[in-house]
């Protein structure tokens, strides 16, 4: 039987990178790149080639692999695996560049930081420390060479080859026999005759002192050159200077040289180095202090080494979202860190996590995601916007708070371009409705408007034909000044979406009444954007063969690039009224849009503002945006005069309840009660229209009248019957205080205690029907109403 023998290189684990070896330190070691066949991880592979004739070498090779194999420290390189044959060794541990070759590479790209070399250098002297403090080892071989950098920027300690017992158990140093490392040996070593006191730690913060001194100033010529600290830092000098003193006596121990440099105003005093030390025991950390940590984390990132943001911090940052409940301060950092990953590395690490957290129910997350969707938003594909993140993001429409509804609205800027049919066209839609019918916030309203109007060349060209007219027809009807402005812009950021006929029949009618709105800046757009429609109008009139070319995207499909005019239009209104919200919010905090908007007279001097009736708006879907018919206004204006009694101006109890927290009336005298009232119905108050067009917008005053607390709705007498109003009692102030007069309303007379010097009832001046109620004579006569 044929026994074949098994190549152990072949079928080792690890196999080599075919590139020239990256170096090492001097000695019998060669440094190669690798990588884990499995999973085609990186590693760093540590080759030696027994050598008949070597066998010091090989003994010192074989003592490194064991040191190595059995040391785990944070701040020692990492072992992995190894191989041992007759012919060779291989030693494999994490992905590492000597410290030579790194220092160079970054000086050459961007400059080395103190910062970087501050926390180092702390790496090694805590490496130092747990050698000779906690294993009494002496490492006998500190240098540039025996220092490598993992891909975080750590620097981490190797070199075990000549590492030997502080105890003297293991026999004495072991002889270099190489030039290029007995350079970094301190004075005492040529002393042959042992009178030299010293410690165990000596030997090894002299070759410390050598290696700051190099990495300050390059390659060290020769131990003269130590004079010189030539550029170290200032405050890193004094301590530089006892490393490398003639006595070996007063040389720190590794850890007495680190609390030095730790102290206030120290070289390894910095927002780096506490960075560090808090991320190596955040797992024993409280929750508070993670929390505050995190927090101010993302400050000091921008002067943090990029590779150190990559391959330290972000893990960190992932750990604690995923076991730490970390929340919502982990997000600004998390999305920091984000731009120094590639594609590829953002969808793996931060995508699946964004997507977990849009699933939660914190609001102070909700918040944090929806306002910084922008630096993430790029990297999510369609299918993962439309099953795991639309369905969560549309709950902030129905949201309590503003703010969440606010950056919910601004936040579908950013998702209508990857939405399917349904979604954009139906479920956005009919949120859309009732925020911008509904919503108290002006603010919000405002934003709604701007927002459709930068997605409308998203939409299908039925939504955009049955939607944007009337959605921009409502805001220009809104109480809220910005919401008309945003209306009257989305007409002309929109124009290509529009036909002829509804340019003229629809959008013009709209825009002409705005020209007589209260606030000049309406105004001012809406002149501008008639303007624009009558210009496009007349040129299509002049040739009538351009209208295929003006109208060629109303029937197109949606289309990103359709929007041209709104990618510009209305930035203001979501970077210049967004950004005061909270402002206009506290201004304004019950603003609710009306179905009309008609202007109120000025309430005249020395009388104050009535305060607005409340009217309820009805449920509102994506059908409320429909366009009416267009002869609508023709037959409200001719029916006007039958309906005198169809409208309703508010409800009595309503007041009653605002009333019933003012102070106590007085008694005496008989009021009329509401079952009384011409009406028919208590409590409710009607009012004849207006047989030459509308009557005007109702003034609600509040009363006081024995009896009966109340507040009514006066409207102006109608000039084609000059009937007085049927109310059922009126406050009417009279010129002096206190005095008990009578009004005659509707033939009914009821006793009144006013207040206030006068009233002026809105209307027309007494020619035309309408004019002014007159207090009793002062012989108690009752005067009858014009």
Known sequence: MW????????????????????????GPWALHRGRKKATGSPVSIFVYDVKPGAEDQTQVAKAAFKRLKTLRHPNILAYIDGLETEKCLHVVTEAVTPLGIYLKARVEASGLKELEISWGLHQIVKALSFLVNDCSLIHNNVCMAAVFVDRAGEWKLGGLDYMYSAQGNGGGPPRKGIPELEQYDPPELADSSGTVVREKWSADMWRLGCLIWEVFN??????AALRNPGKIPKSLVPHYCELVGANPKVRPNPARFLQNCRAPGGFMSNRFVETNLFLEEIQIKEPAEKQKFFQELSKSLDTFPEDFCRHKVLPQLLTAFEFGNAGAVVLTPLFKVGKFLSAEEYQQKIIPVVVKMFSSTDRAMRIRLLQQMEQFIQYL???TVNTQIFPHVVH?????????????VKSMLLLAPKLNEANLNVELMKHFARLQAKDEQGPIRCNTTVCLGKIGSYLSASTRHRVLTSAFSRATKDPFAPSRVAGVLGFAATHNLYSMNDCAHKILPVLCGLTVDPEKSVRDQAFKAIRSFLSKLESVSEDPTQLEEVEKDVHAASSPGMGGAAASWAGWAVTGVSSLTSKLIRSHPTTAPTETNIPQRPTPEGVPAPAPTPVPAAPTTSGHWETQDEDKDTAEDSSAADRWDDEDWGSLEEAESVLAQQDEWSTGGQVSRASQSPTGAAGKLRAPGNRAGRSQAPRSHLLRVRGWPASITGVAQSPATRATPSLPCLHVPAPSRGRTLGVRTTGRASRLRVDRSRLSWPGRSAKSGGGRWRPNAPRGRWPRAP
């Open 3 to 26: 026994f074949f023998a098994r190549d152990p290189v072949r079928d080792f684990p690890f196999e080599l990178i075919p590139e020239p070896p990256e170096g090492g330190p001097p």
């Open 218 to 223: 390059g390659p060290l010529p020769r131990a």
């Open 381 to 383: 594909d369609e299918p």
């Open 396 to 408: 902030g429409f129905l949201d309590t708070n503003p703010a969440i509804r606010e950056q919910t």
